[in-house]
């Protein structure tokens, strides 16, 4: 999974955007005088984020935002004014333009097509029209992410702005005979330095996003695409130099991105005997 970076958007873009759509709306001028309200939520969004304290700054705030008198007029603003009407759009696509590779940084192989608002906007609607608390994302993460705040920090969900995830891989595959042929299992496995919260953050990311079966899912496709290829270098050139050519393609693989699912599909076959030795021709 890659990061995108934050964005240099601002809630006061967002609003400027929306601004000539708020004036067809008999509430719209009322909505535009709390600018200076968001623009201090979003400056007290971005520091707990930069602090690693933005769980406790959401629950401090869940129940006064959830009862705003204007929750109703920020969501339409955003759906409507944001989503579908221009140039509020513009601003959205730049968001979602942001993903490296077009890929959702929430499990790294699909690719985004929608925004998922970090902090749920039903409960959160100060946060609505703020893109720091808007994330690129694709489907299946967007509704597989729950939309209500975690209230510990081992649920707390990543934020891709905001939290870091080093450079050490976590993501591993094993790879194994099955009635279809060749299958792989995925797990996380954190590094053991890591803090304990942040071991089940991850752990509970991968689950809730059921990263493990979506994979798992997706591996014959890939198996098919390099099959017929493997099977000649194994005939070839013996399992010792399929081992080292896949061994190769793993480690530049790891270089682009530790975590993808591809660097750990490619270093769970390098290390099955099975697969290096003919298993391929069974998949």
């Not at 979602?96 to 608002?117: F, N, T």
């Not at 705040?149 to 005979?177: I, Q």
């Not at 996003?209 to 997706?218: D, P, Q």
């Not at 693989?253 to 391929?280: H, K, R, V």
Request: aromatic share 8%; glycine share 6%.
């Amino acid at each position: 999974m890659l990061w995108p970076p934050k964005p240099e958007i601002t809630v006061r873009d967002v609003l400027d955007a929306c601004t000539k759509w708020l004036g067809t709306q008999d509430w719209g001028a009322a909505l535009l005088v709390r600018l200076p309200e968001l623009i201090a939520e979003e400056e007290r969004y971005q520091a707990a984020g930069d602090a690693g304290e933005l769980l406790a700054l959401l629950l401090s705030e869940a129940d006064s935002q959830k009862e705003d008198s204007d929750r109703e007029h920020f969501h339409a603003t955003y759906e409507t004014a944001l989503v579908e009407r221009a140039p509020g759009r513009k601003l959205y696509d730049a968001l979602m333009a942001a993903a490296v590779h077009d890929m959702c940084p929430l499990c790294g192989y699909q690719p985004v097509s929608q925004i998922d608002h970090h902090a749920p906007k039903a409960t959160f609607p100060l946060l609505a029209l703020t893109p720091l608390n808007l994330v690129p994302a694709c489907g299946p993460c967007n509704q597989g992410k729950s939309n209500k705040l975690a209230t510990e920090a081992a649920k707390e969900a990543f934020h891709p702005y905001f939290d870091n995830l080093g450079d050490e891989r976590w993501l591993f595959a094993e790879v194994h005979k099955s009635d279809d042929g060749a299958a792989a299992a995925y797990s996380a496995r954190p590094p053991a330095h890591w803090p304990e919260a942040k071991i089940q953050r991850l752990q509970y990311h991968f689950s809730s996003h059921k990263l493990g079966r979506r994979y798992s899912n997706a591996t014959s496709s890939r198996l098919a695409n390099r099959r017929r290829r493997d099977i000649r270098l194994l005939a070839s050139a013996g399992p010792e130099e399929l081992q080292a050519s896949i061994g190769e393609e793993a480690a530049s693989a790891e270089e682009a991105n530790p975590n993808s699912f591809d660097t750990a599909l490619l270093y769970g076959l390098a290390a099955c005997d099975w697969y290096l030795n003919g298993g391929m021709a069974d998949s």
